[in-house]
C-alpha cells in the first residue's frame, strides 16, 4: 500500500532566490511515497517524475515514475509499479556490493 505526501521542493530564501532545494525525506514538506521498506522521495520532473529511494537512512538510487511504467537507473526492466523498481534496485544494489567486496585483495 502506497500513500503520498507533496510537495518535496522548496524555494531559497536567501536573496529572494527562486532556486528550488532538495528536501530530505524527513521534511513534512517533501513528497513522499511509502511503500513497504521503502521510502521514495521526489526530486523533480514531470514525464518521468524522479525519485530518490531510501532504505531505512540510506539512499539506493533513483526510479523514475513514467506514463505507463517505472523504471530504475540500473535496468532496461518495465516495472508495473514502484515496489518492484525499488526491489530491482535494491537487489542490483546488493549483487554489486558483493561484487566490490570480491574484486578486493586480502589482506596479507
Known amino acids: 500500500m502506497m500513500a503520498k505526501i507533496t510537495p518535496s521542493l522548496q524555494f531559497a530564501e536567501l536573496d529572494n532566490s527562486p532556486e528550488k532545494i532538495l528536501l530530505p525525506p524527513t ?28 532504505k531505512a537512512h540510506s539512499m539506493l538510487g533513483v526510479i523514475f515514475q513514467h506514463i505507463s511504467h517505472w523504471s530504475n537507473a540500473v535496468d532496461q526492466i518495465r516495472y508495473t509499479n514502484p515496489e518492484d523498481a525499488a526491489i530491482g534496485l ?9 561484487s566490490r567486496a570480491a574484486d578486493k585483495p ?3
Not at 39 to 48: Q, S
Not at 90 to 98: E, L, N, P, S, W
Request: charged share 20%; with cysteine; aromatic share 12%.
Open 27 to 54: 521534511d513534512p514538506n517533501a513528497e513522499i511515497i511509502q511503500i513497504l521498506g521503502y521510502r521514495l522521495v521526489y526530486v523533480n520532473g514531470a514525464c518521468p517524475r524522479n525519485y530518490r529511494v531510501y
Open 106 to 108: 586480502l589482506a596479507a
Open 90 to 98: 535494491d537487489d542490483f544494489m546488493k549483487v554489486a556490493g558483493k
